[in-house]
């Protein structure tokens, strides 16, 4: 493709690429802030249903996901942080070859930006600057940190989501929608 | 012994998690989403508080939207990836590399996109670090953005076009099985006041709105 000056061209900079780098709890988190927003939204102007039933289709679309995805996040971040980031912390897990070598090669400015991306601070912000042990055992910490996150929530649907959440909807549909207009469902 | 398999486990899943960040993210998403169709097919299979035809018809639709739910969230997100990807390509997405403090001029990093997706292991490291960077985070986002429009657009509507006619083919077998169909021939004929100006009033009476949706929401949902 020829490139020329009206082409649309998206830099692609590292604050960007801090975003992609997102833990599994920031991963659901944004996909359940977005689902809570749209789906309710899709539920509640269906068309081929009567004005009941959107409204209760709306509200019971709208709890579960609050539901799910609260003990998701929950039980991500016990996996993320309590779990894998410790286990690695406290040195019980070796940091393996894999990730010395992969960040072998960087220069000392690249290493410096690669562990401000994985602290969430800025680069100027550093107290020391980075070296290749410390970048490669906070990306394996974040890493397995990863992995406990997705067996985390992988245990929190058996623990949560089946025994639960039919409850708290029967209990929340009957508390709002059941009960007459002086108690409006929340907008 | 059950300790070194799962400290090898972590390691490898570990690295998985940082060679191919997007292939990560799906399937581990796959992952849970399955398990978690699954986990509650069998909360119904051992509740025993509910009736069998119901719990069955709970089963058949807690398994389709699983399905639903897993075939369209990797359609979508292998495809947005490709597409972030293919943008990348085409210098649509432009990788911001800075080397020694100087930011890389766009040709230069066109170049190193051709030879980074052909044979990267010709690219100088100063570039390939940088460069697979940028290119990751893209396809986690676009993969991330892909799974987004997937679950809250796409998987909704589908549902819901699937609830109305799931309910009516229902509300047709209901009736075949209690035989109204049939029974109705057999019953004296009513009487139909004629109105002149609306002959077809009567009809309207009888016919009743479909009240409920069938409950693809009395399932749980996305579960990722």
């Known amino acids: 493709m020829k490139l020329n000056k009206n082409m649309i061209s998206i830099p692609i900079t590292q604050k960007i690429a801090r975003y992609a780098s997102l833990t599994p709890t920031g991963q659901r988190l944004s996909i359940g802030v977005t689902a809570l927003l749209m789906q309710t939204t899709i539920d509640a102007t269906n068309k081929n249903v009567d004005e009941k039933t959107r409204k209760h289709s709306a509200i019971r ?61 800025t680069v100027s912000q550093l107290k020391d600057p980075a070296t290749i042990e410390m970048v490669a055992k906070k990306a ?23 025994p639960f959440t039919n409850k708290i909807l029967n209990v929340v549909m009957d508390k709002f929608v059941n009960k007459k207009k002086p108690e409006q469902p929340k907008q | 012994m059950a300790a070194n398999v799962l400290i090898n486990s972590l390691n490898k899943l570990s690295i998985f998690a940082h060679k191919n960040p997007s292939q990560f993210l799906k399937v581990t ?20 508080k509910i009736p069998k035809k119901e719990k069955n018809f709970m089963i058949a639709q807690e398994g389709a939207e699983g399905v639903l739910n897993l ?51 010709l690219l100088p490291d100063k570039v390939f670090g940088p460069l697979s960077k940028a290119v990751k985070a893209t396809e986690v986002l676009s993969s991330l953005v892909g799974t987004i429009l997937a679950f809250n657009i796409l998987v909704p509507i589908f549902r819901n076009k699937i609830a109305v006619y799931v309910d009516k083919k229902k509300n047709a077998k209901l009736n075949i099985d209690k035989g109204t169909l049939f029974s109705s021939a057999l019953k004296p004929a009513e009487k139909m006041e004629f109105n002149s ?20 929401s009395g399932s749980s949902g996305l579960r990722i």
């Not at chain 2, 398990?35 to 509740?47: C, D, K, T, V, Y």
């Open chain 1, 140 to 162: 394996f910490a974040k890493n397995v940190g990863a992995v406990c996150a997705i067996t985390g929530a992988i245990i929190g649907i058996f623990i949560m989501d089946v």
């Open chain 2, 29 to 48: 998403a796959a992952t849970s989403f399955t398990i978690g169709s699954l986990a509650f097919i069998g909360g119904l299979l051992i509740n025993n």
């Open chain 1, 61 to 121: 679309t709208a709890v579960k996901q609050v539901v799910s995805a609260t003990s998701g996040i929950m039980f991500r971040e016990i996996g993320q942080k309590l779990v894998g980031q410790k286990l690695v912390e406290s040195g019980k897990l070796i940091v393996p070859q894999y990730y010395l070598d992969a960040y072998k090669k960087f220069t000392p400015q690249a290493l410096n930006r690669e562990y401000a991306d994985l602290i969430g601070k």
């Open chain 2, 71 to 121: 075939g369209v969230f990797l359609v979508a997100a292998s495809a947005f990836e490709k597409a972030g990807r293919a943008l990348i390509q085409k210098g649509i997405f432009r990788p911001d590399i800075i080397i020694d403090g100087a930011k890389l001029p766009f040709n230069k990093v066109q170049q190193a996109v051709k030879i980074y997706f052909k044979r990267p292991t």
């Open chain 2, 197 to 216: 100006n609306d002959p077809f009033a009567s009809f309207e009476r009888k016919m009743t709105p479909i009240k409920t949706p069938v409950s693809f």
